[in-house]
């Protein structure tokens, strides 16, 4: 991991809301911290620790994940964590629910412009169609990574 001083954060987002976005600013709960430097990844506490390298579809070498894989998991885990508390809330028992996440990166013409997409696959066995169709708007309606997505997330790039 890269030494030196993490750069100062803001503990709340002041930011003007995009329509759809709730009103008011939001407090800070949790802050993940990870490093990526010479071809690996580490969060601050050390339960990750992975090799990156470039998938060989994209030329690179393969052999480790890469950030679109990452993005992939963090993403269906916190979807699933949404349905979950969604369903719990309503009495729904979501034991045996499955969340795929498929994540592409596109790039337009032949410039550097490069933007990714995503597809969710949740599977709900045992809940009844329209229910499942509900909880899974719902929790899509609540996922902090499903709201970044559709409302932009805010960025903050520091030099350090």
Do not use: W
Request: overall charge neutral; proline content about 8%; glycine content about 10%.
């Amino acid at each position: 991991m890269p030494e030196g001083r993490p750069a100062e954060r803001p503990e709340r987002s002041e930011r003007p809301k995009p329509p759809g976005r709730r009103g008011g600013s939001y407090d800070a709960l949790y802050t993940a911290r990870a490093s990526s430097a010479l071809g690996k990844v580490a969060s601050d506490d050390g339960m990750l620790d992975v090799r990156i390298k470039a998938p060989a579809e994209l030329g690179g070498p393969g052999g480790a994940t890469n950030p679109e894989q990452l993005l992939a998991a963090a993403y269906a885990s916190c979807f699933h964590n949404s349905l979950t508390l969604v369903a719990g809330r309503q009495g729904v028992r979501t034991s045996d629910a499955t969340v795929d996440t498929a994540v592409t990166l596109r790039k337009r013409g032949s410039a550097d412009d490069y933007t990714i997409t995503t597809d969710l696959t949740v599977r709900l066995p045992g809940v009844e169609p329209e229910a499942a169709r509900r909880l899974v708007e719902q929790a899509h309606g609540e996922c902090p990574y499903s709201r970044a997505f559709m409302q932009g997330a805010e960025v903050h790039v520091h030099l350090a």
